[in-house]
Each structure stands twice: as structure tokens, then as C-alpha cells.
């Protein structure tokens, strides 16, 4: 068996500590290299025990150049803008990445599309094989209900995502407006407040919620005259997500440069 050799960048964060744990539960996979901010309180500090498994000999640093030559595979859930900058040096260094970060501009993403025309980069607002079952669901329902339903979507997250809404709930408009051959830009409204007026025929609303402890949590309503219907995904805990990236982190260093996504790795569509 080769080992795949990782970096996590975020390391210090909630996801970066799941991964750091649960990779220890991987045979396939050998931590290289843990990253987090260059004012973290636990920079310098072994990785292992900041994640409470113990000593890996793989101390947290404040940038990716000591270790990225040492990676077969970068899998990063910190920031947007520390995000994107890992990803250049991803695609100087020619190695893989796994990308969970949220809340890229459309600039940035747009950057991101470039990079990896020369890098394999795996970029996903949720790793989670649910997420993208509902996806399809979501998809399939909106045509199948037509126009005369209203779509409105809720997110809920703990109290300490810096983004809203959450990169999948944004996914999940824009599903609903390709399927109604639309496009998001063009139709959805983000929370309401005031003398708003009667709703639209082809808006879609987008709430979010920040709350306490709130893993994750995202609802599609269709309401129609009479009834309605909810697809309704909840996550339990952020293993999850972890345990999807691991996945996308075997896939991706396997495939010739290119953008992927979660559908290109259950080959779902």
C-alpha cells in the first residue's frame, strides 16, 4: 500500500482538528503537514496533541512552503482568501488539493477555475454524501413540481461561520434556478424585512441562521396551494465532512489536472 502523504491547512480550526483525528483512523494516509494563521496561540505546537491524539511529529506552522513538498495531496478548510493562496502554491508546487472553504467571491472562484487547469483541485461546499443525494432530489422536484410552487431555503449554522449564506445553500439555489432556467443572480432575495411585497413567481428565498452549536442543518420548502414539501438534511457532527474530504483526497490525486466536484467523484448526473 503507498501512503498519501496530507497537509492540512486550517489545522487549528474545527474541521482542521476533526481531520488531523480521524486521519488517524486511515491506514492509507500519513500527516506531512498541519498549517494554521501566523497569530494562533497554538503555533509551534504539535498537531497531534493540539487534536488530542497524541504526538505526530508534525508541528503547526505558519505557512505552507516548509511542507508542501513533502504532500502528495493539501486539504484546506480555513478562509476564502488564505484558501485561494494556498491553492497558488499548490499549483507552483504541482501537487493536489481539497477544498472546503466557503465564501469565495465569484472573482475568486474564478481564479480557482484557472488554477487548476494546471493542478488537480477538488472544490466542494459539502463533503458530505447526503448533501448530494439531496442535490439531485432537489433537482428532480423542482422540475417535476414546476413554477406554482414557491422555493425558500433555510440554513442554520453555529455561531462562529463567518459566511451567509452557507455554500450550499447556494448551491441549492442555484439548482432550483437551472432547473427553472434561471439563473440565481437574477432570482434570489436573501432574507426579508419591511414592506417587501407580494413575493415574486420566480424568487427564490434564501434564510440563514446562526445559532449556538448548529453543525449544519439545510431545508428546501416547495409550497404550492394546499400543501407543501421539505427535503430536509441535518448533520449530527463533522465527521462527516471529514470523512467525504478523506475520500475526495484518495480520488483527486488519482485525476489529471481539473476542477472536480463531489459529483464527479459519486458520478452522479
Not at 482568501?81 to 465564501?103: C, E, N
Not at 461561520?161 to 432575495?189: N, Y
Request: glycine residues 10%; hydrophobic residues 40%.
Amino acid at each position: 500500500m503507498t501512503l498519501i502523504h496530507a497537509v492540512v491547512t486550517g489545522a487549528s480550526g474545527r474541521m482542521g482538528r476533526r481531520l488531523v483525528v480521524v486521519m488517524q483512523e486511515y491506514a492509507e494516509f500519513k500527516l506531512v503537514g498541519a498549517v494554521t494563521h501566523t497569530t494562533h496561540p497554538e503555533l509551534g505546537r504539535d498537531a497531534g496533541e493540539m487534536a488530542g491524539v497524541g504526538r505526530l511529529a508534525v508541528r503547526l506552522a505558519p505557512d505552507l512552503a516548509s511542507s508542501v513538498s513533502q504532500a502528495d495531496v493539501v486539504i484546506d478548510f480555513s478562509v476564502a482568501a488564505a484558501s485561494l493562496d494556498y491553492l497558488r502554491q499548490v499549483h507552483t508546487s504541482g501537487k493536489a488539493m481539497v477544498i472546503g472553504t466557503t465564501g469565495f467571491t465569484p472573482s475568486q472562484r474564478q481564479e480557482i477555475a484557472q488554477l487548476s487547469q494546471h493542478v488537480p483541485c477538488f472544490l466542494a461546499p459539502n463533503m458530505s454524501v447526503g448533501v448530494q443525494v439531496m442535490l439531485q432530489l432537489l433537482r428532480q422536484a423542482t422540475t417535476l413540481l414546476g413554477p406554482d410552487y414557491d422555493v425558500e431555503i433555510i440554513e442554520a449554522h453555529h455561531r462562529m461561520k463567518s459566511d451567509a449564506p452557507s455554500g450550499t445553500a447556494l448551491r441549492m439555489g442555484e439548482i432550483v434556478s437551472e432547473a427553472r432556467g434561471m439563473s440565481l443572480e437574477h432570482t434570489a432575495v436573501y432574507g426579508r424585512q419591511g414592506m417587501v411585497g407580494r413575493r415574486s413567481d420566480t424568487e427564490v428565498g434564501i434564510q440563514a441562521i446562526r445559532a449556538g452549536d448548529i453543525v449544519g442543518e439545510h431545508t428546501v420548502l416547495f409550497g404550492g396551494i394546499g400543501e407543501r414539501l421539505e427535503l430536509v438534511h441535518r448533520t449530527q457532527n463533522r465527521d462527516t465532512f471529514v470523512h467525504g474530504a478523506l475520500r475526495a483526497a484518495q480520488w483527486v490525486i488519482r485525476q489529471p489536472p481539473g476542477l472536480y466536484g463531489m459529483e464527479d467523484l459519486l458520478r452522479l448526473g
